[in-house]
Structure formats: C-alpha cells, structure tokens
C-alpha cells in the first residue's frame, strides 16, 4: 500500500487488521447495521478510486438520526469495520487516507483482502491514464457499531 500504517491520522484510522484467525478480532463489538457495496476505476487503474465508490456505494443512502440515542458518545465514538475486497495485482496503489476520508464521522478499521475483479474495459486510453485495458473493481462491506 501507499502510505504505511503509521503514516495514517490513528485518530479516525486504526491499523490494518490482515486476518481474523485469533477468534474474533471485530473492532465494533456492538453492531448496529452492515452495509455493502462495489466500486470500480474503468480506466486508470486506481484501486483507490474504486475503493473510495465502493465506501460510498456501501454507506450512500444511510441517514441514523437516532444514533446520539443509542450511542454513548454519539456519532464521533462509531467504529467501522471496513472490508475491502481488491485484486492483488492492484493492492499496493491503494490509498487507505483517501478511502477513510469517504466516512464522515467515527473510527475506522480497515481489513483488505484479495478479491474484487478485473475484468477489460476493452479499451485503454492513454488520455484517462490507462495503462492497460483493465477495468478494477472493488467490494467494500462495512460494519458500524460501538
């Protein structure tokens, strides 16, 4: 990945988590809702681009106003646990900054996984960055809770 674990505002990013073999290693232990959703960078191929629609296809059409009710701490005590499926070919250009800037509120966690797709785009064009005809997708579920 781009930017390295410390490198990151630990405020609102908890390192990466690369496994969940030791039992249960959630970051939200009281889940309140688990949303999904895919993104993908037809060209460029910019795994954070197609990180970054994925979050927000995960959590666009969500509005908890009760959440200061049924949070100690309210909005900024949430924690997510995000999961983000992308190909291994394309994993280390991702910029975990940029997709946790997708979340308005609460602290992240973040476990990536190899997965999503590469499918053609049938066409690269050296305008829009293209390198090659690859079309990146990626899966994103995110877990919110407290």
Do not use: W
């Not at 959630?26 to 060209?43: K, P, T």
């Not at 100690?72 to 983000?84: E, H, M, R, S």
């Not at 499926?85 to 602290?107: M, R, T």
């Amino acid at each position: 990945m781009s930017q390295s674990q410390t490198d990151l505002d630990t405020t609102r990013v908890m390192p990466l988590s690369s496994s969940k073999e030791d039992g249960d290693s959630r970051h939200a232990r009281n889940v309140l809702f688990v949303e999904c959703g895919f993104g993908n960078d037809s060209h460029g191929q910019s795994s954070t681009k197609a990180a970054v629609r994925a979050c927000r296809n995960a959590i666009e059409f969500n509005s908890i106003p009760s959440i200061k009710r049924l949070v100690p701490g309210g909005y900024d005590a949430l924690k997510l646990d995000v999961i983000l499926a992308i190909p291994k070919k394309y994993q280390d250009g991702l910029d975990l900054s940029a997709v946790a800037a997708v979340f308005p509120y609460g602290e992240t966690r973040f476990t990536i996984q190899d997965g999503g797709m590469i499918a053609p785009s049938g066409i690269a064009i050296d305008s829009l960055g293209d390198k090659t005809e690859d079309m990146v997708v990626v899966c994103a579920s995110v877990t919110v809770g407290h």
